[in-house]
Protein backbone atom coordinates (compact mmCIF):
# COMPACT_ATOMS: atom_id res chain seq x y z
CA UNK A 1 0.00 0.00 0.00
CA UNK A 2 1.30 3.62 -1.09
CA UNK A 3 1.69 6.23 1.30
CA UNK A 4 1.76 9.87 0.23
CA UNK A 5 2.33 13.19 2.01
CA UNK A 6 0.40 15.90 1.04
CA UNK A 7 0.26 19.83 2.19
CA UNK A 8 -2.89 21.59 2.37
CA UNK A 9 -4.84 17.93 1.80
CA UNK A 10 -7.51 19.01 4.14
CA UNK A 11 -9.29 21.25 1.62
CA UNK A 12 -10.40 22.65 -2.21
CA UNK A 13 -8.31 20.39 -4.47
CA UNK A 14 -6.17 18.84 -2.39
CA UNK A 15 -9.17 17.60 -0.10
CA UNK A 16 -10.72 15.72 -3.35
CA UNK A 17 -6.94 14.39 -4.24
CA UNK A 18 -6.98 13.03 -0.63
CA UNK A 19 -10.50 11.40 -0.90
CA UNK A 20 -9.29 10.28 -4.44
CA UNK A 21 -5.98 8.62 -3.12
CA UNK A 22 -7.69 7.01 0.40
CA UNK A 23 -10.48 5.55 -2.04
CA UNK A 24 -7.40 3.87 -3.95
CA UNK A 25 -6.34 2.40 -0.76
CA UNK A 26 -3.41 4.69 -0.41
CA UNK A 27 -2.05 5.60 3.47
CA UNK A 28 -2.07 9.53 3.54
CA UNK A 29 0.03 12.26 5.87
CA UNK A 30 -2.24 15.51 5.87
CA UNK A 31 0.69 18.16 6.27
CA UNK A 32 -1.61 20.92 7.30
CA UNK A 33 -1.98 24.24 10.12
CA UNK A 34 -5.42 23.91 10.93
CA UNK A 35 -5.33 20.46 12.49
CA UNK A 36 -9.32 20.87 13.60
CA UNK A 37 -10.21 20.38 10.25
CA UNK A 38 -7.55 18.13 9.47
CA UNK A 39 -8.97 15.59 12.27
CA UNK A 40 -12.21 15.59 10.59
CA UNK A 41 -10.73 14.89 7.34
CA UNK A 42 -8.18 12.00 8.49
CA UNK A 43 -11.44 10.67 10.64
CA UNK A 44 -13.54 10.63 7.42
CA UNK A 45 -11.66 9.00 4.88
CA UNK A 46 -10.14 6.40 7.99
CA UNK A 47 -14.17 5.03 8.40
CA UNK A 48 -14.89 5.69 4.38
CA UNK A 49 -11.47 3.56 3.31
CA UNK A 50 -9.74 2.14 5.98
CA UNK A 51 -6.86 3.41 4.92
CA UNK A 52 -4.22 4.92 7.82
CA UNK A 53 -3.90 8.66 8.26
CA UNK A 54 -1.18 10.76 9.85
CA UNK A 55 -1.24 13.81 10.35
CA UNK A 56 1.99 16.77 10.83
CA UNK A 57 1.61 20.36 11.92
CA UNK A 58 2.73 22.55 8.81
CA UNK A 59 2.48 26.32 8.08
CA UNK A 60 4.51 26.11 4.52
CA UNK A 61 5.16 30.58 5.58
CA UNK A 62 7.52 29.31 8.44
CA UNK A 63 10.69 27.72 8.13
CA UNK A 64 10.83 26.69 11.67
CA UNK A 65 7.72 24.99 11.09
CA UNK A 66 8.48 23.23 8.17
CA UNK A 67 11.98 21.98 9.77
CA UNK A 68 9.54 20.59 12.95
CA UNK A 69 7.10 18.88 10.56
CA UNK A 70 9.97 16.96 7.90
CA UNK A 71 11.50 16.33 11.64
CA UNK A 72 8.03 14.53 12.85
CA UNK A 73 7.54 13.43 9.61
CA UNK A 74 10.75 11.19 9.25
CA UNK A 75 10.86 10.29 12.88
CA UNK A 76 7.57 8.57 12.22
CA UNK A 77 9.14 6.66 9.63
CA UNK A 78 12.18 5.78 11.53
CA UNK A 79 9.82 4.36 14.37
CA UNK A 80 7.53 2.43 12.03
CA UNK A 81 4.59 4.28 12.02
CA UNK A 82 4.23 4.95 8.39
CA UNK A 83 5.91 3.70 5.39
CA UNK A 84 8.85 5.55 3.22
CA UNK A 85 7.08 8.25 0.65
CA UNK A 86 5.96 6.91 -2.46
CA UNK A 87 4.76 10.55 -2.89
CA UNK A 88 5.05 14.25 -1.72
CA UNK A 89 2.58 16.36 -3.03
CA UNK A 90 3.32 19.78 -2.50
CA UNK A 91 -0.58 21.33 -2.83
CA UNK A 92 -0.82 23.93 -0.20
CA UNK A 93 -0.63 27.75 -0.89
CA UNK A 94 -2.54 30.87 -1.52
CA UNK A 95 -3.05 34.69 -2.86
CA UNK A 96 -3.08 36.66 -0.16
CA UNK A 97 -5.22 39.66 -0.08
CA UNK A 98 -4.88 42.80 1.48
CA UNK A 99 -1.76 45.01 2.24
CA UNK A 100 2.09 43.38 1.88
CA UNK A 101 2.55 40.62 5.06
CA UNK A 102 5.59 38.73 5.83
CA UNK A 103 6.38 35.64 7.26
CA UNK A 104 8.29 34.48 11.20
CA UNK A 105 11.30 34.91 9.11
CA UNK A 106 10.69 37.98 7.41
CA UNK A 107 9.71 36.83 3.72
CA UNK A 108 6.75 38.08 1.82
CA UNK A 109 3.92 35.92 2.98
CA UNK A 110 3.40 34.96 -0.80
CA UNK A 111 6.77 33.83 -2.00
CA UNK A 112 7.24 32.08 1.57
CA UNK A 113 3.60 30.21 1.98
CA UNK A 114 3.95 29.12 -1.79
CA UNK A 115 7.96 28.65 -2.56
CA UNK A 116 10.69 28.82 -0.21
CA UNK A 117 8.39 26.59 2.19
CA UNK A 118 8.13 23.58 -0.17
CA UNK A 119 11.19 24.12 -1.54
CA UNK A 120 12.82 23.68 2.29
CA UNK A 121 10.72 20.75 3.00
CA UNK A 122 11.45 18.99 -0.20
CA UNK A 123 14.73 18.87 0.86
CA UNK A 124 14.64 17.85 3.83
CA UNK A 125 11.95 14.83 2.80
CA UNK A 126 13.69 13.45 0.24
CA UNK A 127 15.79 11.38 2.21
CA UNK A 128 12.17 10.08 3.57
CA UNK A 129 11.05 8.94 -0.15
CA UNK A 130 10.60 5.57 -1.41
CA UNK A 131 13.05 5.31 -4.63
CA UNK A 132 10.71 5.42 -7.17
CA UNK A 133 8.97 8.34 -5.40
CA UNK A 134 7.29 11.45 -6.75
CA UNK A 135 7.26 14.74 -5.76
CA UNK A 136 4.54 17.21 -7.39
CA UNK A 137 4.34 20.79 -7.64
CA UNK A 138 1.31 22.75 -7.56
CA UNK A 139 1.82 25.62 -9.84
CA UNK A 140 -0.68 27.07 -11.81
CA UNK A 141 -1.72 28.37 -15.76
CA UNK A 142 -1.09 31.90 -14.16
CA UNK A 143 2.31 31.42 -14.20
CA UNK A 144 2.57 31.63 -18.00
CA UNK A 145 2.14 36.06 -18.93
CA UNK A 146 1.26 34.90 -22.22
CA UNK A 147 -1.83 32.44 -21.49
CA UNK A 148 -5.34 34.52 -20.42
CA UNK A 149 -4.80 32.72 -17.48
CA UNK A 150 -1.11 35.06 -16.56
CA UNK A 151 -2.97 37.67 -18.38
CA UNK A 152 -5.76 38.09 -16.46
CA UNK A 153 -4.63 37.78 -12.64
CA UNK A 154 -1.22 40.10 -13.53
CA UNK A 155 1.72 38.71 -15.75
CA UNK A 156 4.40 37.25 -13.47
CA UNK A 157 7.30 39.04 -13.20
CA UNK A 158 11.25 37.82 -12.86
CA UNK A 159 11.84 34.65 -10.72
CA UNK A 160 14.36 36.23 -8.55
CA UNK A 161 14.05 34.93 -5.18
CA UNK A 162 15.67 37.34 -3.42
CA UNK A 163 13.54 40.84 -4.64
CA UNK A 164 10.50 38.43 -4.42
CA UNK A 165 11.25 37.73 -0.36
CA UNK A 166 11.64 41.68 0.05
CA UNK A 167 9.13 42.64 -2.23
CA UNK A 168 7.41 45.75 -0.93
CA UNK A 169 10.65 46.48 1.88
CA UNK A 170 11.90 49.81 2.84
CA UNK A 171 8.98 51.37 1.00
CA UNK A 172 9.31 50.28 -2.37
CA UNK A 173 6.61 49.85 -4.30
CA UNK A 174 4.84 46.29 -3.71
CA UNK A 175 3.73 44.03 -6.70
CA UNK A 176 0.33 43.59 -7.41
CA UNK A 177 -1.35 40.73 -5.14
CA UNK A 178 -2.27 39.18 -8.64
CA UNK A 179 1.32 39.36 -9.68
CA UNK A 180 3.27 37.99 -6.70
CA UNK A 181 0.97 34.77 -7.25
CA UNK A 182 1.49 34.55 -10.27
CA UNK A 183 5.42 35.05 -10.43
CA UNK A 184 5.51 32.28 -7.04
CA UNK A 185 4.09 30.00 -9.36
CA UNK A 186 6.15 30.43 -11.88
CA UNK A 187 9.14 29.82 -9.39
CA UNK A 188 7.14 26.83 -8.66
CA UNK A 189 7.53 25.01 -12.30
CA UNK A 190 10.67 26.28 -12.04
CA UNK A 191 11.90 24.32 -8.74
CA UNK A 192 9.76 21.43 -10.32
CA UNK A 193 12.21 21.47 -13.41
CA UNK A 194 15.86 22.16 -11.53
CA UNK A 195 15.03 19.42 -8.80
CA UNK A 196 14.08 17.30 -12.07
CA UNK A 197 17.29 17.54 -13.58
CA UNK A 198 19.00 17.72 -10.13
CA UNK A 199 18.03 14.07 -9.42
CA UNK A 200 18.50 12.74 -12.82
CA UNK A 201 22.24 14.17 -12.44
CA UNK A 202 22.42 12.26 -9.06
CA UNK A 203 20.99 9.14 -10.59
CA UNK A 204 18.16 9.48 -8.68
CA UNK A 205 15.04 7.65 -10.01
CA UNK A 206 12.79 10.09 -7.86
CA UNK A 207 10.48 12.03 -10.36
CA UNK A 208 9.78 15.47 -9.94
CA UNK A 209 6.22 16.87 -11.55
CA UNK A 210 4.60 20.39 -12.11
CA UNK A 211 0.82 20.68 -12.22
CA UNK A 212 -1.49 23.34 -13.52
CA UNK A 213 -5.00 22.13 -11.81
CA UNK A 214 -6.36 24.69 -13.81
CA UNK A 215 -9.25 27.65 -12.58
CA UNK A 216 -11.20 26.20 -10.06
CA UNK A 217 -14.11 28.05 -8.82
CA UNK A 218 -15.81 26.75 -5.16
CA UNK A 219 -12.11 26.64 -3.52
CA UNK A 220 -10.95 28.42 -0.36
CA UNK A 221 -8.32 30.26 -2.64
CA UNK A 222 -10.09 33.97 -2.78
CA UNK A 223 -10.81 33.58 1.00
CA UNK A 224 -9.45 37.05 0.86
CA UNK A 225 -11.25 38.68 -0.66
CA UNK A 226 -14.64 40.60 -0.61
CA UNK A 227 -17.33 38.40 0.36
CA UNK A 228 -19.14 39.41 -2.90
CA UNK A 229 -16.70 38.28 -5.03
CA UNK A 230 -16.51 35.06 -2.79
CA UNK A 231 -20.11 34.74 -3.43
CA UNK A 232 -19.72 35.32 -7.29
CA UNK A 233 -16.90 32.80 -7.32
CA UNK A 234 -19.28 30.15 -5.50
CA UNK A 235 -21.18 30.49 -8.44
CA UNK A 236 -20.89 28.54 -12.06
CA UNK A 237 -20.65 31.63 -14.08
CA UNK A 238 -16.92 32.57 -13.40
CA UNK A 239 -16.13 29.22 -14.57
CA UNK A 240 -18.14 29.66 -17.95
CA UNK A 241 -17.11 33.41 -18.37
CA UNK A 242 -13.78 32.60 -17.58
CA UNK A 243 -14.04 29.48 -19.94
CA UNK A 244 -15.43 31.60 -22.97
CA UNK A 245 -12.68 34.19 -23.20
CA UNK A 246 -9.73 31.36 -22.96
CA UNK A 247 -9.05 30.80 -19.32
CA UNK A 248 -7.65 26.84 -18.78
CA UNK A 249 -10.91 25.81 -16.45
CA UNK A 250 -11.74 22.49 -14.36
CA UNK A 251 -13.68 21.20 -10.75
CA UNK A 252 -11.84 20.43 -7.84
CA UNK A 253 -13.36 17.39 -8.28
CA UNK A 254 -11.58 16.49 -11.55
CA UNK A 255 -8.10 18.48 -10.43
CA UNK A 256 -8.24 16.59 -7.62
CA UNK A 257 -8.22 13.17 -9.16
CA UNK A 258 -5.64 14.14 -11.92
CA UNK A 259 -3.78 15.27 -8.69
CA UNK A 260 -3.57 11.93 -7.35
CA UNK A 261 -3.38 10.32 -10.72
CA UNK A 262 0.00 12.34 -10.68
CA UNK A 263 1.43 11.08 -7.56
CA UNK A 264 0.79 7.38 -7.76
CA UNK A 265 -1.10 6.18 -11.10
CA UNK A 266 1.44 4.23 -12.88
CA UNK A 267 0.98 6.01 -16.10
CA UNK A 268 3.00 9.27 -14.98
CA UNK A 269 5.34 7.01 -13.71
CA UNK A 270 7.71 8.68 -16.55
CA UNK A 271 6.44 11.97 -15.97
CA UNK A 272 9.47 13.26 -14.29
CA UNK A 273 10.38 17.17 -15.25
CA UNK A 274 6.80 17.74 -17.01
CA UNK A 275 4.12 20.21 -17.09
CA UNK A 276 0.65 18.71 -16.86
CA UNK A 277 -2.52 20.13 -16.71
CA UNK A 278 -5.78 19.25 -15.79
CA UNK A 279 -8.31 20.82 -18.36
CA UNK A 280 -12.11 20.09 -18.69
CA UNK A 281 -11.99 16.49 -17.72
CA UNK A 282 -8.24 15.82 -19.06
CA UNK A 283 -5.02 15.88 -17.86
CA UNK A 284 -2.21 16.21 -20.65
CA UNK A 285 1.33 16.54 -20.76
CA UNK A 286 1.58 20.79 -21.92
CA UNK A 287 4.11 23.81 -22.37
CA UNK A 288 5.00 25.58 -19.74
CA UNK A 289 5.83 29.61 -20.07
CA UNK A 290 8.85 29.79 -21.95
CA UNK A 291 10.85 31.36 -19.42
CA UNK A 292 10.23 28.09 -17.28
CA UNK A 293 12.74 26.22 -19.23
CA UNK A 294 15.51 29.02 -18.73
CA UNK A 295 17.83 26.45 -16.53
CA UNK A 296 20.37 29.76 -15.66
CA UNK A 297 17.18 31.14 -14.38
CA UNK A 298 16.49 27.97 -12.28
CA UNK A 299 19.94 27.36 -10.97
CA UNK A 300 19.81 30.86 -9.60
CA UNK A 301 16.87 30.90 -8.23
CA UNK A 302 17.88 27.76 -6.22
CA UNK A 303 20.92 29.31 -5.33
CA UNK A 304 19.05 32.19 -3.95
CA UNK A 305 16.20 30.13 -2.25
CA UNK A 306 18.87 28.03 -0.43
CA UNK A 307 20.48 30.68 0.84
CA UNK A 308 17.05 31.95 1.93
CA UNK A 309 16.26 29.54 4.01
CA UNK A 310 19.94 28.41 5.17
CA UNK A 311 19.85 31.63 6.87
CA UNK A 312 16.13 31.52 8.37
N1 LIG B 1 -8.40 27.15 -7.25
C1 LIG B 1 -7.75 27.48 -8.35
O1 LIG B 1 -8.32 28.06 -9.28
C2 LIG B 1 -6.30 27.15 -8.50
C3 LIG B 1 -5.72 27.29 -9.76
C4 LIG B 1 -4.38 27.00 -9.92
C5 LIG B 1 -3.63 26.58 -8.84
N2 LIG B 1 -4.22 26.45 -7.62
C6 LIG B 1 -3.38 26.00 -6.50
O2 LIG B 1 -3.95 24.81 -5.97
C7 LIG B 1 -3.55 24.66 -4.59
C8 LIG B 1 -4.77 24.37 -3.75
O3 LIG B 1 -5.59 25.52 -3.76
P1 LIG B 1 -7.19 25.45 -3.64
O4 LIG B 1 -7.74 26.19 -4.79
O5 LIG B 1 -7.63 24.08 -3.36
O6 LIG B 1 -7.42 26.42 -2.39
P2 LIG B 1 -7.73 26.10 -0.84
O7 LIG B 1 -9.00 25.37 -0.72
O8 LIG B 1 -7.59 27.41 -0.16
O9 LIG B 1 -6.55 25.16 -0.41
C9 LIG B 1 -5.29 25.68 -0.07
C10 LIG B 1 -4.69 24.84 1.01
O10 LIG B 1 -3.40 25.38 1.35
C11 LIG B 1 -3.31 25.45 2.74
N3 LIG B 1 -2.39 26.52 3.16
C12 LIG B 1 -2.41 27.82 2.82
N4 LIG B 1 -1.43 28.49 3.45
C13 LIG B 1 -0.77 27.56 4.20
C14 LIG B 1 0.33 27.61 5.09
N5 LIG B 1 0.96 28.76 5.36
N6 LIG B 1 0.73 26.48 5.67
C15 LIG B 1 0.10 25.30 5.44
N7 LIG B 1 -0.95 25.19 4.62
C16 LIG B 1 -1.39 26.31 4.01
C17 LIG B 1 -4.72 25.76 3.21
O11 LIG B 1 -4.80 25.41 4.59
P3 LIG B 1 -5.77 26.20 5.64
O12 LIG B 1 -7.07 25.51 5.55
O13 LIG B 1 -5.08 26.00 6.94
O14 LIG B 1 -5.80 27.62 5.21
C18 LIG B 1 -5.52 24.85 2.30
O15 LIG B 1 -5.59 23.55 2.81
C19 LIG B 1 -2.84 25.96 -4.24
O16 LIG B 1 -1.44 25.77 -4.35
C20 LIG B 1 -3.30 26.94 -5.31
O17 LIG B 1 -2.41 27.98 -5.51
C21 LIG B 1 -5.53 26.72 -7.40
Given amino acids: ???????????????????????????????GRSPDRMREVAEEL???????????????????SVREAAQTCRAMI????????????????????GPESYSPEGYEMTFATNCLGHFLLVELLLPAMAADGRVIFTASGTHDADSMDGRLIGAAVAPN????ANDGKNGAKPLSVGKRYAT??????????????????????????????????????????????????STSLPNRLMKLIGVTTSTAT???AALADLAVDPRYADGTGGYFQAKEGK??????SKVSYDEQLAQTLWHDSEQLVDHS
Fill in 1 to 31: MATVFITGGHSGIGLECSRQLAGRGVNLVLA
Fill in 46 to 64: RARNGVEVAMVALDTSSMA
Fill in 78 to 97: ERGEIAPLDALICNAGGRFD
Fill in 161 to 164: AVAL
Fill in 184 to 233: SKLCTVMYAYELARRLEREGSSIASIAYDPGSVTGTGLVRDMPAAVRWVM
Fill in 254 to 256: FSG
Fill in 283 to 288: LSKVAS
